[in-house]
């Protein structure tokens, strides 16, 4: 079974977080609330969030501090922000919060449809990137089998790398074609930009698990590419 990505709303007010909560529930994902900044950085403590959508008027500690604390965390500096906000004053307001680390800023009333369709791109990508660090970890564990038993069971390690080659790839197919999705929409630059970096990320991997292959040589320093 897939595991459900996480995303996490944060607004002071419950009607506009249950307003949240209607508009994604289609997505089927799991949809955390945090009522503060203060309550968003504790559930960003234990769990993984494919994408924050965090208001930018709250009492206490508003939506542009609440993001600086995000991006200087290392566990959570790359997670997503959508800054969502009821007032606009102008292109300073704007700037101000892409700078503190938005990919997105959008107005209230916004239209569901547009909410819903940008946060989709991010979960998908968040499950994407699941399914990469999947395949470097069966890959690590086949580069450290290789190192502690060289004279091993040839047959088995041949059907894991045959296995591996295979679960890669399906995740390159499918990484090609969400690119080839985001660029032909041209969606956010944020999201094109993500898509990206997942596609090094997995031409490294599929470097790494070349290397394997009979005659290509030592396998001992040969890993994927964070």
């Known amino acids: 079974m897939v595991q459900k990505a996480k995303i996490l709303l944060v607004d002071d007010r419950p009607e506009n977080l249950l307003a949240l909560e209607a508009i994604l529930s289609a ?91 940008k946060v989709s791109v991010f979960v998908e990508l968040y499950m994407k990137n699941c399914q990469l660090r999947e395949q470097a970890s069966l890959l690590r564990l086949q580069l450290e089998g290789n190192g502690k038993d060289a004279g091993g069971e040839a047959k088995e390690s041949a059907g894991l790398l045959a296995e591996l080659s295979a679960r890669l790839a399906a995740v390159e197919e499918q990484a090609e074609a969400l690119t080839k999705q985001l660029n032909d929409e041209s969606t956010d630059a944020a999201a094109v930009a993500t898509a990206a970096h997942l596609e090094r990320k997995l031409t490294g991997l599929r470097r790494a698990l070349d290397a394997l292959e009979p005659g290509t040589g030592s396998t001992s320093s040969v890993s994927p590419q964070n």
Request: glycine residues 6%; negative net charge.
């Open 27 to 117: 997505l089927d994902q799991t949809l955390v609330r945090a009522s503060s900044g203060e309550e968003a950085l504790k559930a960003l403590l234990t769990d993984d969030f494919a994408v924050i959508l965090l208001d930018v008027q709250m009492p206490g500690m508003d939506g542009f501090e609440t993001a600086a604390h995000i991006k200087r965390r290392e566990r959570t500096r790359d997670i997503p922000i959508i800054f969502l906000t009821a007032i606009n004053h102008g292109p300073h307001h704007t700037f101000r919060g892409y700078a503190a680390g938005a990919v997105d800023y959008i107005s209230k009333p916004f239209d569901p449809w547009v909410l819903r369709a």
